[in-house]
């Protein structure tokens, strides 16, 4: 996530839901650089910005489509493989409305994961101590909170370790990465490294289990951090990664290696990294990204949810082929 949403923005905007374009993999294209260009890259679905409708983070379906949560609608939704977009679960608003949400003032759906019996677990950010958490829904059943997580942070980036059965949560105003017993119960601080602090808005921002360590942005520091995940599951020392990353949120590997793509929310853009931290834009505000959030990887088609949160134009969901 990136800045605070205008409510005046999102009640007056009259986009409406346009889930009609397929969104499964886009054809591969001559291409000179490492992921499309313009004419590659495609809005595959647009969300309706005055319902708080603000995909903030995915995860890919097996059978096609995706899961996003939608921010400021406390909603998560699944996308069919057709681009239809169905409403799994509304999460209850809290009683003050959500204006006491540190930093942003409107609860919000944040990270998302799906587990590999097809629960989806996700976190949503309150600023009350009664909602804040990690939540699970099944399979035609109803959300539920498994983890209570406290209400002054804000819980965002989401990983499962299915081998340990653990889950990791970036809290972005406490500069802490919370683990989490999958069947659920007491979080305990796994980090609070200096390196996840922010310098005044969000730090420890997006996260993924990768190589044996827990990897995650800062967005106020505009880097990449890999922390290596010790015997007895302790965290090892910070290495930072990758710097000069302006407003990175969330993020994937390609599969080669410790190469990322990610979302760059303020700039509008999305960036790949080397293994050696350098980085080269390849997608951009041209190619219909608004304040991008997130990014997944199937094969190879590239998902990137914008969220518009600063734009307040056309919050959408943008595929494109990445070139290996």
Request: net charge neutral; hydrophobic share 45%; aromatic share 6%.
């Amino acid at each position: 996530m990136f800045k605070k949403l205008s409510r005046t923005a999102v009640s007056a905007a009259v986009l409406t839901v346009a889930a009609v374009v397929a969104i499964g993999p886009v054809p591969a294209s001559a291409a000179s650089t490492p992921v499309s260009n313009a004419g590659d890259a495609r809005i595959a679905v647009h969300f309706d910005l005055a319902k708080g409708q603000l995909p903030e983070n995915i995860a890919l379906a097996p059978s096609g489509g995706a899961y996003v949560t939608l921010a400021a609608a406390r909603q998560v939704a699944q996308i069919t493989p057709g681009g239809a977009t169905r409403i799994l679960a509304t999460l209850p608003a809290p009683a003050d409305g959500g204006v006491h949400t540190p930093v942003l003032g409107f609860a919000l759906t944040t990270g998302i994961v799906r587990a590999d019996d097809g629960t989806l677990y996700f976190l949503y950010a309150t600023g009350t101590d009664d909602l804040t958490g990690l939540w699970s829904l099944r399979p035609g059943g109803v959300p539920r909170r498994i983890a209570a997580l406290p209400g002054t942070g804000l819980p965002n980036g989401l990983a499962l370790d299915e081998r340990t059965r653990t889950f990791y949560v970036t809290d972005s105003v406490l500069g802490t990465i919370w683990s989490v017993p999958a069947a659920g119960g007491a979080p305990a601080a796994w980090s609070t490294a200096p390196e996840l602090a922010s310098t005044g808005f969000l730090g420890a921002n997006g996260l993924k289990i990768h190589n044996g360590a827990v990897w995650a942005t800062n967005l106020d520091r505009g880097t990449v951090l890999r922390i290596p995940v010790l015997p007895g599951g302790r965290a090892g020392q910070v290495r930072t990664r990758a710097t000069g990353l302006t407003g990175i949120d969330d993020f994937a590997f390609t599969g080669r290696g410790d190469r990322i793509v990610a979302a760059l929310n303020g700039p509008s853009e999305v960036a790949l990294i080397q293994p050696d931290g350098t980085h080269s834009t390849v997608l951009t505000a041209d190619d219909g990204l608004q304040n991008p959030t997130s990014v997944a990887l199937r094969g190879d088609t590239l998902y990137v949810p914008s969220a518009a949160y600063t734009t307040a134009t056309d919050p959408n969901l943008v595929l494109a082929h990445l070139h290996h």
